[in-house]
């Protein structure tokens, strides 16, 4: 710079480039730091489940054959825990891989037809009542169909997991958008908590979810899927009340590269 001269309109161009650099090595290093703590939470997490398991194990291994009581608790719950974290590395791949890919599999996808075999498979699993209230606007979408199908699993299986109710789906359509609403009667989420759900591993009550199978991977796949479509998702929620997380998708997701800019309202 002290050696060749530079002129105005190349002064300004220069100070415009390092600027821009500046932004991007900021970016860069920001986003860096979000994937190391990434790899550290889930790392904990998974730890956690390990050093549990060790748990139990050794609580077989001393105690196991003298009593019957200690033997079922410890096999309960080793199996609880390796489910969990079977479940745990299924949704971490999930996570990496919709954080990979660029390109969803768009095709014609009607919200009432896949709500409808989402709640299929939950009866398969349990006789809990799920509703569906459809309305008549509500148009074919273009989307991912499997990638829907896993995001209405997430809200149904939290509706179901938080609640011993009735779980209520609604669908509506207008202005080129459709709304899924899914509706439940149960615990609730605190206000002050209500903007965390969609973080990483995050879970309101730790201990209270151990119990439920919960890996606080669910909301932020949900949130993921419904950026990539291009749409919203929110949740309205009161204490021992109940939680509606309601998602809206346009019925043509705008054309380019998968995005990351969703807005999450909250
Ligand atoms: P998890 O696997 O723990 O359910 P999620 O990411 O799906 O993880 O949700 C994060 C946390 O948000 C949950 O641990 C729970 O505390 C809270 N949550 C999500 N959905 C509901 C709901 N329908 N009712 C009450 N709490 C909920």
């Known amino acids: 710079f002290n050696t060749i001269p530079l002129q105005g309109s190349a002064r300004d161009e220069l100070y415009d480039l390092t600027e821009t650099f500046n932004r991007m ?23 956690t489940m390990l050093t549990i398991i060790e748990g139990y194990a050794n609580m077989l291994k001393r105690w196991g054959n003298e009593d019957q009581a200690v033997q079922e ?14 479940k745990m590395t299924r949704q971490l791949l999930m996570l990496a891989s919709s954080q990979q890919s660029t390109k969803l599999n768009l095709e014609p996808v009607n919200m009432v037809e896949v709500c409808q075999q989402v709640i299929a498979r939950f009866h398969l699993i349990n006789e809990r009542t799920i509703r569906l209230h459809a309305s008549p ?5 273009e989307a991912d169909r499997n990638k829907i199908e896993q995001l209405l699993i997430i809200l149904v299986d939290n509706a179901q997991k938080y609640s011993s109710q009735v779980v209520d789906i609604f669908i509506s359509g207008k202005d080129g958008e459709v709304t899924v609403a899914v509706k439940d009667q149960g615990i609730g989420i605190p206000q002050h908590e209500i903007k ?10 730790n201990s209270r979810h151990r119990k439920t199978g919960g890996t606080g991977l ?10 990539e ?28 590269p998968a995005k990351k800019s969703g807005e999450i309202r909250c």
């Open 25 to 47: 090595i900021g970016r860069l290093e920001e986003s860096f730091w979000k994937q190391q703590q990434f790899v550290s939470d889930a790392s904990h997490e998974l730890n």
């Open 196 to 205: 965390h759900v969609f973080e990483r591993f995050y879970r309101v009550d």
């Open 229 to 256: 479509h291009d749409g919203l998702i929110w949740i309205e929620s009161e204490e021992g009340e109940g939680t509606t997380v309601s998602v809206r998708l346009p019925v043509r997701p705008a054309p380019g």
């Open 73 to 86: 608790e410890a096999i309960q719950s080793i199996y609880e825990e390796t489910k969990r974290m079977r």
């Open 137 to 141: 606007g509500a148009k074919d979408i």
């Open 218 to 227: 669910g909301l932020p796949i949900a949130k993921s899927i419904v950026q």
